[in-house]
């Protein structure tokens, strides 16, 4: 019996539907098709997100985003960025010591900063760095910046591993501003496995948590867990909370045309 393109799809889908795993050699075997054959129909279902292509097989689809390139994701919800980040500045008062992790949000409050003095931030941000050194440049506010040690990451203009964490573990933090990938199911995800640690360790030392968040990121999972969302102490975003997500109606500050509701 020969089978159309279609029916093998739909044959490979509900194979999927029961197994956790399908097997190449087996589906071909089952279609009297060729493996090469199938192959390509698992490389066509892998494009429309149907199944997920493994050594000798496929699984069910794993919708594992990669972190987009660090200047094309500036470019992206880029007014959204800016107008939490304007809110998360407003949080910054006089002789704080703050944390800053790496993310094309957190990158922009250097840029809000308006006469406040005595301020100590600690980034692992490169580009944060340069931010807040030009805020101080301008007398916008003063103190110091204190770049982490480590091992850079020209794409996401960062430093990360052992010596980051090993600095930060030595430094008590009144705030810290943090990004992430997404946020779903009370658990706040990134898509870098070092940036990540670094993240929850400026949030392990630190009295106070700020999550910064654009609407991109509610309702999305990437690789790594930074935290719980019960661990954080404000979300900033410009998307409303979630009905569903109750727990969370006390932290969760939503951003609209400069108001915060």
């Not at 097989?57 to 107008?83: S, W």
């Not at 009295?207 to 609407?215: E, G, H």
């Amino acid at each position: 019996m020969t089978y159309s393109k279609l029916e093998r799809f739909e044959h490979i889908l509900s194979k999927l539907e029961f197994d956790r795993k399908i097997v190449v050699s087996v589906i071909a075997e089952e279609l009297n098709v060729a493996p090469e054959t199938i192959r390509r129909d698992f490389d066509e279902l892998e494009e429309q997100h149907l199944l997920t292509r493994v050594h000798g097989g496929a699984v069910k689809f794993i919708n594992l985003r990669k972190e987009p390139e660090y200047l094309r994701k500036m470019d992206m919800q880029k007014e959204a960025k800016r107008e939490i980040a304007r809110v998360a500045a407003a949080r910054i008062k006089d002789g704080d010591t703050i944390a800053v992790d790496v993310g094309t949000t957190t990158v922009h409050i250097a840029d809000f900063l308006v006469e406040v003095n005595n301020v100590t931030v600690v980034t692992n941000s490169i580009s944060a760095a340069v931010r807040f050194n030009v805020a101080l440049e301008e007398k916008r506010m003063t103190g110091k910046v204190i770049l982490l040690g480590g091992t850079t990451n020209p794409e996401q203009s960062s430093v990360s591993g052992a010596m980051t964490l090993e600095w930060l573990s030595r430094m008590n933090l009144d705030k810290a501003f943090l990004s992430c990938g997404g946020i779903d199911e009370g658990i706040v995800f990134d898509y870098d496995l070092d940036e990540s640690l670094v993240s929850a360790k400026m949030l392990e030392n630190s009295y106070c948590r700020i999550l910064l968040a654009d609407t991109t990121k509610v309702n999305q999972k990437s690789f790594y867990t930074i935290c719980n969302l019960n661990d954080v102490s404000e979300v900033i975003c410009n998307e409303v909370r979630p009905t569903s997500w109750t727990a969370f109606e006390g932290k969760w500050t939503k951003v609209d045309g400069g108001k915060c509701k």
